[in-house]
């Protein structure tokens, strides 16, 4: 079992920023992939970063380098770096931690708003 929260969103004004992290607890010890995604009002879930075990990160196209995805395996937390927000970022963040190779745990979420 993997317990996974989000913290950190907020309202925000357009080109501000946010840090959202992802704490894991329970059995973490096989925790593989670490992805965040978004899901805006009416939208279908995107995602929007990866990051591997070992460092290795992809952005979603819509992020335009304004997002870094980052881990701290000490301390079993995941994070994601926003700046330059834009309105239509406007959604809820998720993380996702992708364990022993074949179940997904997704954590509660966490709201994102920006204004413009």
């Known amino acids: 079992q993997v317990q996974l929260v989000e913290s950190g969103g907020g309202l925000v004004q357009a080109g501000g920023s946010l840090r959202l992290s992802c704490a894991g607890s329970g059995n973490i010890f096989r925790i593989g992939d670490i992805g965040w995604y978004r899901q805006a009002l009416g939208k279908k879930r995107e995602v929007v970063a990866n990051?591997?075990?070992?460092?290795?990160?992809n952005y979603g196209a819509s992020v335009k380098g304004r997002f870094t995805i980052s881990r701290d395996n000490a301390r079993n937390t995941a994070y994601l770096q926003l700046n330059s927000l834009k309105p239509e970022d406007t959604a809820v963040f998720y993380c996702k931690a992708v364990h022993d190779f074949n179940t997904n745990y997704w954590g509660q979420g966490t709201q994102v708003t920006v204004s413009s």
């Open positions: 990051i591997s075990r070992f460092g290795t990160t």
